[in-house]
RNA sequence: GGUCGGUUGGCCGAGUGGCUAGGCAGCGGUCUGCAAAACCGCGUACGGCGGUUCGAAUCCGCCAUCGACCUCCA
């Protein structure tokens, strides 16, 4: 097989993937900062590096997955009184901060399972992390790069570049980033703009601060990230994820943190995914424009046509490549909910395949071509459509209009039930009976149907078409079938 | 202003210096009492202008246009 290549934004290319220990893979994600409702763009890194956990997983790496929980230290804005998303929102809602963070955990969790996105490994929060990121605040220090100013520590970004390559990641220079860099504060106690928060005094409304050496404050954003991806991974760890959006400065952050406190810099391979668009534009909380994941599964939002379900938005988003951007609309939705719905009832199909002597439909290829694709940097559009190369054979198998050995459906059913469900992380959404109610509405549905068949027997057209028009019109989705019928609810 | 990345058919979205992407929608056919589903077939394409090349939508240049980052953001 093939090898496993990602791209690296470090290097800007496409590398092949080779874990620092064989046969184990560190990774760490950033998550999301939870002072409000989980939206669209939350769902795309984390169905990305879902995938990329599924993967390796399946390639048989043993994989410790690291996504955190921000709580605390994520500054509003960088000027000086820097105050902490969490603790703004708590005051807003006249909430304890923790019962804040508690409710977009929460939330942030229930969609998440709805999205079939696994459980990371290790979901540390910052918030319980506070000595941790002392430490590293303090390595920091010791280094010379770090230093303090009125109970707040600061990175030395000038000191860094002077000896280091800041902006190696993001493609900056430090030059540009001086003359580009806005006056935020004439006040600002930090040495140089370009200079970020490592350790913030608390302010006396500050609601959220904890004891250090420097002052009773809080954590700056960047250092977290630093301090809990090593502690669970060691360093340096194989890979680093997130939204391109916090390529600069976060990213750019964490490996100057890195290299100064580890002497060396903390990660190998940097994987960034593309950000979601309305309109063309960003989706995002500061730009007001976000469509959060409940308003989409239940389809209140003015710029939803309808509901679409959490596996609908999975598959819309799977469809196209995380390094590209993806831009929302209610049509592209649609189609993405009937292709969903067709390779679905496919997969299901391929269990009642009867197989033949021979095969006339070339398996062994189609399994190598979607290996081939997701060993190409996660190329689940070019997966996809082999799959739905595939659902036209099985379709066709199933006509009798192309054959099977049972060997090969052997293979077909293993590929599908990996790459499907296990990889791709699809599932089946149709309603069965699960409840009695639903049971009892069955039967009813069921009789229904055998009356018309009798109808049909008797070519009563008029009978039959008024049974099945009238289950139509009251929700049913209706098909004939050689058996018999089948029916269904209509989404 | 600086840096980076897009611009593909009705919609979405891959890929490639010459060989069908795929999905959704549309059209024709098979099947069906009629449908639906499924299958078969069909069409419309690579922002503009130059250049390199036997050949470019794919490489290079210029232009237009959109976006991201440069400040919190997934």
Same mark, same amino acid.
């Given at each position: 097989m093939s090898d496993f290549i990602i791209y690296n934004t470090l290097s800007r290319k496409k590398e092949i993937f080779e874990p620092i220990n064989p046969g184990h893979v560190g990774m760490y994600v950033c998550g999301?900062?939870?002072?409000?409702e989980a939206h669209l763009g939350h769902s795309r890194p984390a169905i990305t590096f879902d995938l990329l956990f599924r993967y390796l997983k399946h390639l048989g790496y043993k994989v410790r997955y690291v996504r955190n929980i +921000?709580?605390?230290?994520?500054?509003? #804005?960088?000027?000086?009184? %820097?105050?902490?998303k969490i603790a703004r929102k708590a005051k807003v809602e006249e909430l304890e901060p923790m019962e804040i963070v508690q409710i977009y955990t929460n939330s942030y969790h229930r969609n998440m399972l709805l999205l079939n996105v696994l459980s990371p490994s290790i979901e540390p929060v910052a918030s319980g992390h506070i000595i941790e990121q002392i430490a590293t605040v303090q390595k920091m220090i010791d280094s010379g790069f770090a230093y303090e100013i009125n109970g707040s520590v600061y990175f030395d970004v000038e000191k860094y570049a002077a000896v280091h390559s800041y902006g190696k990641l993001s493609g900056r220079k430090i030059e540009d980033l001086y003359t580009n +860099?806005?006056?935020?504060?004439?006040? #600002?106690?930090?040495?140089? %703009?370009l200079d970020f928060a490592v350790w913030k005094k608390a302010a006396p409304e500050h609601l959220m601060h904890w004891p250090s050496p420097w002052s009773e404050g809080f954590p700056g954003w960047h250092t977290e990230c630093t301090a809990m991806s090593t502690k669970y991974l060691?360093?340096?760890?194989d890979i680093h994820g997130g939204g391109l959006?916090?390529?600069?400065p976060h990213h750019e952050a964490e490996i100057a943190q890195g290299v100064v406190c580890?002497?060396?810099?903390?990660?190998?391979y940097w994987m960034h995914n593309n950000l979601i668009t309305i309109n063309g534009q960003k989706m995002g909380k500061s730009l007001g424009n976000f469509i959060t994941l409940d308003e989409f599964f239940s389809g209140t939002?003015?710029?939803?046509?309808k509901a679409y379900s959490p596996i609908c938005i999975r598959f819309f988003i799977l469809q196209?490549?995380?390094?590209s951007p993806l831009d929302f609309s209610n049509e592209a939705l649609l189609a993405a909910e009937k292709g969903l719905e067709r390779l679905i009832k496919t997969t299901t199909l391929l269990e009642e395949l009867q197989p033949s002597?021979?095969?006339?439909?070339d398996v062994a290829a189609l399994k190598e071509k979607c290996y081939a694709a997701m060993n190409d940097d996660l190329n689940t559009p070019v997966l996809i459509a082999h799959l739905f190369d595939g659902v036209k054979m099985i379709n066709s198998v199933n006509d009798g209009k192309a054959s099977i050995n049972s060997a090969d459906l052997e293979i077909l059913k293993k590929l599908y039930n990996d790459f499907v469900?296990?990889?791709?992380?699809f599932k089946s959404e149709t309603l069965s009976g699960e409840s009695a109610n639903e049971e009892v509405l069955s039967n009813v549905v069921d009789l229904l149907l055998n009356l018309r068949i009798e109808a049909k027997n008797n070519k009563d057209w008029a009978t039959s078409d008024k049974i099945r028009n009238s289950l139509t019109e009251l929700g049913f989705e209706i098909k004939d079938t050689k058996e018999g019928f089948e029916w269904g609810l209509k989404k």
């Open positions: 999301p900062t939870v002072y409000g +921000t709580d605390v230290g994520h500054l509003v #804005n960088d000027a000086d009184e %820097g105050e902490d +860099t806005r006056d935020l504060d004439a006040q #600002n106690e930090k040495k140089s %703009g060691g360093e340096p760890f959006d916090l390529l600069f580890f002497g060396h810099e903390p990660v190998r939002h003015p710029l939803l046509e196209a490549h995380y390094r002597e021979q095969s006339s439909i469900f296990d990889i791709l992380g």
